[in-house]
Structure formats: C-alpha cells, structure tokens
Nanobody, 123 residues
C-alpha cells in the first residue's frame, strides 16, 4: 500500500524560497510517477510538476516559468519541490500524488494522495 507524507510547508515572505518534501513508501517495482499539485482556496487543484521513476520530469504548469523544480532521491524514498521567488498567488495547500504506470497524467489519474502541506506567501 502506497503512502505519501508531505512536509515543509510554512509561512514565507514574497521572493523567498522553500523546499517541500514528500516521503513515499510501499511503491513496488514497475513504472510509476510522483507529482506535485496544489489547491488554493476557492480554486481547483492544479498540477505543477511530475517525475517518473525513469527520472524524466514533466511540467504541468508553464506559468511557473522555472521557479519550481522537482527532484527525487530513490535511496531515501523522497521527492522534493524546490520553490523560488515565491509570490502571494503561490499560497495553497501542496499535495504529493502517486500513479502507477508510465507517464504523467491529469489529477484524476493519480491513485494515492498525501494529506497536503500548507504554504502561505505573505509579508
């Protein structure tokens, strides 16, 4: 049974940086993808970045303009979301998600979600 636990969310000032972590467990052999999504109050959940276990990253949200980066550490069973130049509109609950199979797809294709971690960007 796959489990995901996010951490690292906090209050940060505009222009600041933050790294979110997602500890995963229970992933068996085979193709899979891990992704970061976020959901702001009153808005739909949106995909940010995805990483397959082949190491290929996919950007869901082009407007991130390179401010966010996804990475993984298979030895530690972790994926990370490095965020820079944070803006108030980045305020949201950030989720880590898992899907089995090859490739990165939409939110509805992800089978397991973490509980989320709150990121607030405010002065």
């Amino acid at each position: 049974q796959v489990q995901l636990v996010e951490s690292g969310g906090t209050l940060v000032h505009p222009g600041g940086s933050l790294r979110l972590s997602c500890a995963h467990s229970g992933i068996s052999l085979g193709w899979y993808a891990l992704a970061w999504f976020r959901q702001a109050p009153g808005k739909e959940r949106e995909g940010l970045l995805c990483l397959t276990n082949s190491g290929v990253p996919t950007t869901y949200l082009d407007s991130l303009a390179g401010r966010f980066k996804i990475s993984g550490d298979n030895d530690k069973n972790m994926i990370y979301l490095q965020m820079t130049d944070l803006k108030p509109e980045d305020t949201a609950v950030y989720y880590c998600a898992f899907r089995s199979g090859f490739g990165c797809y939409g939110a509805y294709d992800y089978e397991v979600w973490g509980q989320g971690t709150q990121v607030t960007v405010s002065s």
